[in-house]
């Protein structure tokens, strides 16, 4: 007889394995191995008829034995003695086993493993009376054997024993299989076994002839074969990564179906890689699982009835999910099984095909209506249609399909510009189906629209392909913001299935550059979509191995620079769990504990920033950290408490280590983050949580509710506005606030689309995001609604805080070169990627974290810790040297600064001033006297109702009284070489109190009246008596017009105690007060002030002009 792997025998017409083979031989192993045996059926069939008679029962034993350890069971124990059985009264039994090991085996009845099985083997001509005596004998033991294996070398008539089972299980109690000389031959011819028979029976022996050649393909398979199953079969290898075990069973299968092991091996590991994924409940892998043995069955074994088996565990599980890609595995299955019922290969019974086409269609139909997720929507409706096509047939010579054609054009139309539908693999299909499609105008128009599709997506992808290329260049050059630019241009265009990997790396580089611009929140953003990408992915292929750890390193990166402690640790998690399931080498679980470690000291350090009235909140989180294997982080947030003795008592703190050196390390350790920026750690404990950023020196704040929904609305926003205005810093800008503030919150009043309103509280305008608890879309257009949303909100957002100064050049830049709301929107709906990745259990908050088993600890700590060094001096512009001329090149390139170094500092809001209507100012004072108050200083308005809201939000900013002169007031006299009188008041923020630190870049907006009276009688009184008090009062006035009277409001007063006063002619370059000189109104300079400083300043404010 001859084996061959590269050699078929005579197939019938409907060959699965020879139609995969040819579209497929890279899957099929590139082996040639042929192994030539003298020994035929007939042959050891006589061997094994004459065993008795040649004194062979021990070899016989032996032989009976392994093919029963190879089929059966592994763990068999033969019994010592005299042949027949010795004193055990069986040939062999079963020993016990852990079900750990037991659940790794591939043999048949694997589920039967922990049974006690006794084996009985015989080599007599009489065999009925043999297996009675052996059965007896064995049950007169009384060890509750669970079932008796008697194998006999004699043929059995299949009637006769199932008699003689039957009679036996009444006699005993026990249940008998008996295996004849069929079973044995069967074994050994095929499935695999000859060289068990040479071996122990010695038949053939030295007559074989055997040569293989692994090819490279399967030398690598075999290779990662046997070093999985050594890694599988030791029980120390998978301590808590359970994914892993299941992802290794399920490779090892597929690596055995490649190198065309036998069915048994095959079916055997793809039966325990099912079983593993089952018992911890990973329903991804066991659907997985379950569709590639289904696969294999039908393409490697032929072995339709078992394919139509595990169809049923396909079905199970892919109806429980509302992903497409999940029916799509039913949708691959079930016209294999309709083939194989068509011709003849399965009888039509077994095929279920009626209720399967019925219930596949049903689940499609769901699916279909679900338009909130039109990709998903429509690829169950092509499959809707695929399965139609299947059902009725495609040789049908009148062509009944072409009104399915005509609807699959019309998804094909309505596809178009949804990026992941499955464009690629229905082309693949329809190529197949055309190869029966003779003549058919309706199907050309499919094929024609698809592939026209397939064309433009291709020079699209290629087209952002090469974007992405020259953004890296652009970031490997240090230019951040070109970066941004190109990505921009790139991401939009690769929401493909097909560039599915190329997206992932435009998202991550383009959360680079923006991270390299100070913009924290587009960074996260961005990387949170790389994430949503990979798991889409996981949830294709059903493995982790998909997953790429890179992308979770990067997240819980973006995550940890905003400091919230919440979503630290969710991005811990995720990623130690992914990690832990992909360590699999010793190099993978050295970079593994690296990771871990280093999460554990960032976290820790930033826990060490804790201030000490937070720390009694969390008293219960420190064994919660110790959960998700951060010991560290423990160690310092109980020193922190003030838990020393506990520390020491647990040996975390080494016995010989003194308080003083313990003091030292965790210092240290605290210091290291506060060195490298490390954010103020945020708790999120309240009821609200405040998410902020800085855009074009902008402070903007969101108060969000804490729940998933506003905080991901909160997010999307601030990361949006980033996105969007991230190249706008070389754009002249008109600030119009410093600040802003919005809330977001739930209200069961608005709308699918959130409401943004903007009102005035306390004189500043503060908006207000009200939007539904529950985000759910229904339709395609629904799901459209967040982004157009997005696009309006985000616009006047901007709009309230800052202007460009020439608005068509901006638009054009931004929203046509740079395509800039495609980067702003494209990846905005924040609420969606968390509830994919986290569901309904997004931790948000530590309280999430804590089990409420665990231990609260005591806050020993009495005492700010580390004590607070000694008081240094601020850097503040009131003490830095100021610069002379124009600031350096490098100082004014904006593509060298970052958003958040860069703040407007300004009590003006630009547009409650342009509708105050400032239009005078005027001073009131008492006669002199020791009790008289200070005297006034009022500004004047047009509109008193915005007056009274300036002075409103000034109170609430300031206070009613500015101790710290954080609200400047400048008077600059002699403005005017023309009008000597004239002067100009000037309000500002106090550049003297702002600190500064290297790198920032500083603005200050201020708002200006200038006055021209007929001399300086009131402003000299005013003065002197300022300067008698040493403060005076400031107020607003209604003006409405420059002939009327002021109207003081003095409902509305700041104490002031500070005022500059100042002469024009002596102003300095770089000085802030230089905006109220007028280049065309020359100031008064004094005949003996030839040189005044005010000369250099007009010089450097004519160059400034001329930029």
């Not at 919440?566 to 080498?585: D, F, N």
Request: a negative charge; hydrophobic letters at 40%.
């Amino acid at each position: 007889m001859t084996e061959s792997t590269n050699t078929a025998s005579e197939k019938p017409k409907y060959a699965p394995s020879r139609y995969m083979r040819d579209r497929h031989p890279d899957l099929f192993s590139d082996s040639v191995s042929e192994v030539e045996y003298e020994v035929e059926r007939e042959v050891l069939s006589y061997h094994l008829e004459t065993l008795t008679n040649q004194k062979g029962e021990t070899a016989f034993e032996n032989f009976a034995q392994r093919l029963c350890e190879k089929f059966i069971a592994p763990n068999i124990r033969p019994q010592t003695g005299p042949v027949g059985g010795g004193d055990g009264k069986t040939d062999a039994e079963t020993f016990p086993v852990s079900s750990e090991i037991s659940t790794r085996w591939f043999v048949p009845d694997n589920d039967k493993a922990g049974e006690r099985k006794a084996f009985a083997f015989s080599a007599k001509k009489t065999w009925r009376s043999k297996i009675k005596s052996d059965v007896a004998a064995i049950a007169g033991t009384k060890r509750d054997y669970d079932q008796v294996i008697c194998v006999t070398n004699q043929f059995v008539p299949a009637k006769k024993s199932a008699d003689l089972q039957d009679e036996l299980f009444k006699e005993h109690g026990i249940p008998v299989t008996i295996l004849d000389r069929t079973w044995l031959l069967d074994r050994v011819f095929k499935h695999d076994s000859m060289a068990i028979a040479v071996e122990e029976l010695g038949v053939g022996k030295g007559t074989e002839k055997q040569t293989k050649k692994l090819g490279p393909n399967d030398t690598k398979r075999a290779a990662e074969l046997d070093a999985l199953e050594a890694k599988i079969a030791d029980g120390s290898q998978y301590q808590g990564q359970t994914v892993a075990l299941v992802e290794d069973a399920r490779r090892a299968a597929l690596l055995a179906r490649g190198l065309e092991h036998s069915s048994a091996e095959v079916n055997g590991r793809f039966d325990r890689a099912l079983r593993l994924a089952r018992d911890n409940h990973i329903k991804k892998l066991e659907l997985a699982i379950a569709y590639e043995w289904a696969w294999t069955s039908h393409f490697w074994h032929e072995d339709h009835l078992r394919t139509s088996e595990l169809y049923d565990d396909v079905e199970r599980l892919a109806f429980g999910s509302d992903d497409a890609i999940d029916l799509e595995r039913l949708s691959n299955l079930l016209p294999l099984i309709r083939m194989s019922v068509h011709t003849g290969s399965m009888d039509a019974s077994k095929g279920k095909l009626k209720n399967r086409t019925a219930a596949l269609k049903s689940a499609l139909e769901a699916l279909m209506v679900q338009t909130n997720r039109p990709n998903n929507a429509l690829h169950a409706e092509a499959m809707l249609l695929m399965t139609r096509v299947s059902e009725k047939g495609v040789e049908h010579r009148d062509d009944p399909l072409k009104n399915i054609w005509v609807s699959f054009t019309d998804v094909i139309k309505r596809a178009e510009g949804l990026g992941t539908f499955p464009f690629t693999s229905i082309a693949d299909a329809l190529t197949q189906i055309g190869e029966f499609i003779a003549d058919s105008d309706e199907f050309d128009t499919l094929f024609e629209t698809i592939t026209d599709a397939l064309a433009a997506r291709s020079g699209q992808g290629e087209a952002a392909r090469k974007n992405v290329q020259r953004a890296y260049q652009k970031l490997a050059k240090g230019l951040p913001y070109d970066a941004i630019r190109w990505f921009g241009r790139a991401v939009a265009l690769l929401i493909k299935e097909e560039y599915g990997d190329e997206l992932i790396d435009a998202l991550l580089g383009a959360g680079f550059a923006f991270e390299q611009v100070g913009l924290p929140w587009a960074a996260r953003n961005y990387t949170l979509a790389a994430v949503s990408q990979e798991f889409f992915a996981f949830k294709r292929y059903g493995s982790i191995g998909a997953l790429r750890s890179s992308v979770l390193s990067r997240y819980f990166d973006t995550e940890f620079k905003l400091g919230r402690v919440p979503q630290i640790l969710s991005a811990h998690e995720l990623e130690m769990i992914v990690c832990t399931a992909q360590a699999r080498t010793d190099g993978q679980r050295r970079r593994l504990n690296k990771v871990q470690e280093s999460h554990m000291m960032q976290i820790a350090s930033l826990l060490l920033q804790t201030p000490l009235d937070k720390l009694s909140e969390i008293a219960q989180l420190p064994d919660a950290l110790e959960r998700l294997a951060l010991p560290m982080s423990r160690t310092a947030l109980l020193y922190l408490m003030g838990n020393e003795d506990i520390l020491r008592t647990e040996g975390w703190i080494p016995e010989q280590e003194t308080p003083e050196g313990a003091e030292i390390f965790m210092r240290d350790l605290r210091d290291y983050g506060v060195k490298a920026d490390y954010p103020a750690p945020d708790l999120a404990l309240g009821e609200t949580v405040t998410l902020s950023s800085n855009v074009l020196g902008c402070r903007i704040e969101l108060a969000c509710a804490n729940n998933l929904v506003s905080i991901g609305i909160g997010e999307a926003v601030l990361g949006s506005l980033e996105a969007l205005l991230a190249t706008s810093l070389d754009h002249r800008m008109l600030p119009q606030v410093d600040h802003l503030q919005l809330r977001v919150t739930p209200s069961d009043t608005v709308g699918l689309s959130p409401v943004l309103t903007f009102a005035d509280v306390d004189g500043e305008p503060i908006g207000t995001i009200a939007h539904r608890m529950v985000m759910e879309y229904k339709t395609k257009e629904d799901a459209l609604s967040f982004p157009h949303w997005m696009s309006d909100a985000v616009l006047e957002i901007f709009l309230r805080f800052a202007a460009p100064q020439d608005a068509e050049a901006w638009g054009k830049a931004l929203f046509e070169d740079e395509r800039a709301l495609d980067r702003a929107l494209t990846f905005s709906n924040v609420p969606v990627m968390l509830a994919n990745l986290h569901g309904d259990r997004a931790q948000l908050s530590l309280a999430d974290w804590i089990d409420p088993a665990d231990p609260t600890y005591e806050v020993k700590r009495t005492k700010v810790w580390p004590p607070a060094p000694a008081p240094e001096a601020i850097k503040s512009f009131g003490n830095t040297q100021r610069g002379e001329g124009l600031a350096p090149k490098e100082m004014r390139d904006a593509a060298k600064g970052k958003h958040s170094k860069t703040r407007w500092l300004s009590p003006i809001d630009m547009q409650k001033w342009d509708k105050a209507k400032w239009n005078g100012t005027f001073f009131m004072w008492s006669p002199p006297g020791p009790d008289m108050p200070p005297p006034m200083l009022g500004l004047a308005y047009e509109n008193s109702s915005v007056a009274k809201d300036i002075f409103k939000s000034w109170r609430k900013r300031y206070g009613d009284d500015d101790v710290k002169d954080d609200l400047k007031i400048t008077i600059v006299r002699g403005i005017s070489r023309d009008y000597p009188a004239a002067y100009a008041v000037m309000v500002s923020q106090n550049p003297d109190n702002v600190p500064i630190s290297e790198g920032n870049i500083i603005g200050f907006v201020s708002r200006i009246n200038r006055m021209y009276p007929n001399s300086t009688q009131n402003l000299d009184r005013f003065v002197a008596d300022y300067s008698r008090h040493g403060r005076y009062v400031l107020f607003p006035a209604h003006l409405p017009n420059k002939l009327a009277q002021p109207e003081p409001i003095f409902d509305l007063p700041i104490g002031k105690h500070n005022l500059t006063v100042i002469n024009a002619w002596e102003i300095t370059t770089n000085d802030i007060v230089a905006s109220v000189l007028d280049l065309d109104e020359p100031p008064f300079i004094p005949a003996d002030q030839p040189n005044a400083p005010v000369l250099k300043t007009l010089e450097w404010l004519k160059s400034l002009r001329l930029e």
